[in-house]
């Protein structure tokens, strides 16, 4: 049986990245036949510059007759001026609201190797293990009404709706009771009940659902409190349910605080396990073209996908384990190089992790 | 001439921490002649359960006649099942609406006595000094509309907006600007300006009042980037400008980087530089009435209410000398507790503090 797998370079690093990814793909699938089809198509503003817009047609439908999807990144300083409503941005968001991939896990992990390129003191974050869970098709990012009107009195007035109901916060609050249940059973809430009314419905609907999860210890923290505590003590969490927005910004902090977000994969899932996979990094314009981005972080989104979307736990595991062996090897990308370890490019590492597998 | 300063010492350990700050006040007072005249009124939590209101009008009524207010602390566990139009918290907004106080100041500053209380390397937050310049009276905080409803299928849905005019953005922006000046020059505005429209506004405004402040270095940053800036390299920003959501989180994740948000006073302004002043941190009901607290950052913001609101400059620098002169002598409660210094409660604080004047 083939499973059709999608691939997304999209922008900045995005396409050496995808690169090195396949490159792994390719040759796992050819000493285990795993039945990999693997094809290529244009988004954000790759898609833009051939097409004119960031989400073609042929792309969405690509993506939704395939088995998975790995994304590189979208969007950098050349699109920054275009209208908001063609976007490199809107090509990601097009996506993920197209295929209803509502799920957004985000795991936040100190690898051991790299502990010291944090920027927090070892004993705060030595085996932090959080898992983000964000909600991805709703909330403030595609509430309507929406847009900058003028108001009577001459002056422009900006505005966005945040808006959730009551099944999009059930389908994303049972991907996270789930998931706490596989973990270490905590799962913490984060909502800003004492402010807005779509958080109160949020906490209220976490509290229903709590009684079909007896060995899931739910608990309930304000964002802004999150925010600190994952500064304070981070390794108090377990998994972490949030809306689009809070999960957006909590993520970024989450991943930044084991130093090597170059590293963190993630997961964008629909109702049925199908997802797309990518890198918690962006599109690194700064660094593009350069053939110093780390490729890790999209090979581990690559083993993620095998496990969650495709069923090939063991191909998952092979490549896990390389990643781990070229960490081992001592083999660095500059963006977690510290003394005494081997500075490498894109694409050696990629060779590296193949050699490993 | 005398000057009225409202006390508002809240919930938790709100009170406790006050009558600290009141004592330095009066001391002051006595010593100096600053001609102040302090009275007291309930707010929060401890208005609720002594009328029923959050925010009751003789309250109101008293911090609109006063010529600035220091604030304790609202809210906690007690009130958190009360219907949100009631709760703690309306009583806080309704006093900064109330009053127009659209400006909030909130400095992240790490005291070189304290560099260990840090949960990051010495190195990444040594001489961290960050001014957060947050709107305070607009945005998805007050935006209408706002609820819960019930939709057509019959399953509710909760929704609140987030808006800013350009008035809004406009006078949050020259506040932010006026600080730099005084400051590094170096004002970075916090979007999602990718993603919200009401941010593409604010970013526009921002950039047109930038050419009015050309020995400002005007830049933007996407807010879930700028968590993650927060925790890898905060001494890269100077002053931070952002609407009342995003700031409530940066903020408190900023404070959280010193390790002694204990310490952190605040301050929220209207047009006219009437103030009302109060620590960063919250009511902490775990700790309320042990005596334990940490008094300092209510009394470093009533040194800011004396700068800011009352022009006794004198007074306040006398204030902060005096909070660094009991740091220096070893004097720390729990929260910013070490080994090898001398922990204290929250009483015997603030009076080496009056000592020390
Ligand atoms: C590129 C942007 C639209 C996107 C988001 O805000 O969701 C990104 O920051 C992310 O987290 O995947
Ligand atoms: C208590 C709460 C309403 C308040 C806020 O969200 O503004 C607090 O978190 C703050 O930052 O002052």
């Given at each position: 049986m083939t499973k059709k797998v999608l691939l997304?370079?999209?922008?900045?690093?995005?396409?050496?990245?995808v690169?090195?990814a396949e490159?792994v793909l390719k040759a796992l699938n050819?000493s285990e036949g795993l039945g990999l089809e693997l094809?290529?198509?244009?988004?954000?503003?790759?898609?833009?510059?051939?097409?004119?817009?960031?989400?073609?047609?042929?792309?969405?439908?690509?993506?939704?007759?395939a088995d998975a999807i790995l994304l590189?990144?979208?969007?950098?300083?050349?699109?920054?001026?275009?209208?908001?409503?063609?976007?490199?941005?809107?090509?990601?968001?097009?996506?993920?609201?197209?295929?209803?991939l509502?799920g957004n896990l985000r795991p936040a992990i100190?690898y051991?190797?790299?502990?010291?390129?944090?920027?927090?003191?070892?004993?705060?974050?030595?085996?932090?293990d959080?898992l983000i869970v964000?909600?991805?098709?709703?909330?403030?990012?595609?509430?309507?009404?929406?847009?900058?009107?003028?108001?009577?009195?001459?002056?422009?007035?900006?505005?966005?709706?945040?808006?959730?109901?009551?099944?999009?916060?059930?389908?994303?609050?049972?991907v996270a009771?789930e998931a706490a249940q596989k973990r270490?059973?905590?799962?913490?809430?984060?909502?800003?009940?004492?402010?807005?009314?779509?958080?109160?419905?949020?906490?209220?609907?976490?509290?229903?659902?709590?009684?079909?999860?007896?060995?899931?210890?739910?608990?309930?923290?304000?964002?802004?409190?999150?925010?600190?505590?994952?500064?304070?003590?981070?390794?108090?969490?377990?998994v972490?349910?949030?809306?689009?927005?809070?999960?957006?910004?909590?993520?970024?902090?989450?991943?930044?605080?084991?130093?090597?977000?170059?590293m963190l994969p993630s997961a964008s899932l629909d109702a049925d396990g199908k997802g797309m996979y990518e890198p918690c990094?962006?599109?690194?314009?700064?660094?593009?073209?350069?053939?110093?981005?780390?490729p890790l972080a999209t090979i581990l989104s690559a083993a993620m996908m095998l496990r969650y979307s495709l069923g090939l736990t063991d191909a998952a595991d092979k490549i896990e384990k390389a990643v781990s062996a070229?960490?081992?090897?001592?083999?660095?990308?500059?963006?977690?190089?510290?003394?005494?370890?081997?500075?490498?490019?894109?694409?050696?590492?990629?060779?590296?992790v193949?050699?490993a597998l």
């Amino acid at each position: 049986m083939t499973k059709k797998v999608l691939l997304l370079p999209g922008d900045g690093i995005g396409p050496e990245i995808v690169a090195e990814a396949e490159k792994v793909l390719k040759a796992l699938n050819a000493s285990e036949g795993l039945g990999l089809e693997l094809s290529t198509a244009n988004v954000g503003g790759a898609a833009i510059d051939a097409s004119g817009v960031p989400l073609p047609d042929d792309t969405l439908a690509a993506a939704k007759a395939a088995d998975a999807i790995l994304l590189g990144a979208v969007g950098g300083p050349k699109w920054d001026t275009i209208d908001m409503a063609i976007r490199p941005e809107k090509g990601l968001l097009g996506l993920r609201s197209g295929l209803q991939l509502f799920g957004n896990l985000r795991p936040a992990i100190l690898y051991p190797q790299l502990a010291g390129a944090s920027t927090l003191k070892p004993e705060v974050v030595s085996g932090l293990d959080i898992l983000i869970v964000r909600e991805l098709t709703g909330g403030i990012y595609f509430g309507q009404p929406r847009g900058i009107r003028t108001l009577e009195n001459g002056e422009r007035q900006g505005y966005n709706t945040y808006v959730y109901s009551e099944s999009e916060i059930r389908r994303i609050a049972k991907v996270a009771f789930e998931a706490a249940q596989k973990r270490n059973g905590k799962l913490c809430s984060v909502d800003k009940a004492n402010v807005l009314e779509v958080t109160v419905l949020w906490r209220e609907i976490l509290d229903d659902m709590a009684k079909d999860y007896p060995e899931v210890e739910l608990s309930h923290m304000y964002v802004d409190n999150a925010a600190m505590q994952l500064v304070k003590a981070p390794k108090q969490f377990d998994v972490m349910v949030t809306g689009n927005m809070f999960g957006d910004i909590l993520s970024d902090a989450a991943a930044m605080l084991t130093g090597s977000i170059g590293m963190l994969p993630s997961a964008s899932l629909d109702a049925d396990g199908k997802g797309m996979y990518e890198p918690c990094h962006g599109s690194a314009p700064d660094i593009a073209g350069q053939g110093i981005a780390n490729p890790l972080a999209t090979i581990l989104s690559a083993a993620m996908m095998l496990r969650y979307s495709l069923g090939l736990t063991d191909a998952a595991d092979k490549i896990e384990k390389a990643v781990s062996a070229v960490l081992d090897q001592g083999l660095r990308t500059p963006d977690i190089y510290s003394e005494g370890t081997q500075k490498v490019g894109t694409a050696e590492m990629g060779d590296a992790v193949v050699a490993a597998l």
